[in-house]
């Protein structure tokens, strides 16, 4: 990973953690804070998925695919964590859903990893290629899905205007 990738990483990180000491007595009680941390990692999760796709495709050429591999694994559980700690450990409704499919594409993000892995050191590659090829089959829709299920869910928030008191 390049040197200035690791300082952006390492600077919007320290500011994340500021931003969450500075704000710490109205964390969950504040709908302002959770909102905030709701585009936080909804900004992360969209981040992760396109800033990697797009290098993997080719489409730019900013550093080595391996590093955006990398980022994309750190964010893409990042994100998730921030979205965990915006519902303030409330799983019911859409939102509760929502919740739910996130944690299941991030198991499925973990068992990618193990995958992936496993076909860089694998003797039968045949094999373990088919595999990781049919594992993106199931990965790649339910981050679909939950990309729908964050459009819908930001829509359903703005149209009822349950955002802001």
Request: glycine fraction near 10%.
């Amino acid at each position: 990973m390049s040197a200035g990738l690791k300082t952006l990483l390492a600077i919007t990180t320290s500011a994340l953690l500021i931003f969450a000491v500075w704000t710490i007595d109205n964390q969950i009680k504040s709908v302002v804070f959770s909102l905030v941390l709701g585009i936080i990692g909804t900004a992360l999760i969209f981040a992760t998925e396109f800033a990697y796709s797009y290098r993997k495709s080719g489409l730019f050429k900013l550093g080595k695919v391996r590093a955006w591999l990398k980022v994309h694994v750190v964010i893409g559980i990042a994100g998730p964590l921030v979205i965990f700690w915006h519902t303030g450990l409330n799983f019911y409704g859409f939102g509760g859903w929502l919740a739910g499919l996130t944690a299941v594409v991030v198991a499925s993000g973990f068992f990618g990893r193990y995958i992936y892995r496993r076909v860089k050191r694998s003797f039968k590659l045949d094999r373990s290629k088919a595999l990781l090829a049919g594992w993106r089959h199931v990965h790649i829709p339910l981050t679909l899905a939950l990309f729908a299920g964050i459009l819908i869910h930001v829509a359903g928030v703005i149209y009822y205007g349950k955002a802001l008191p």
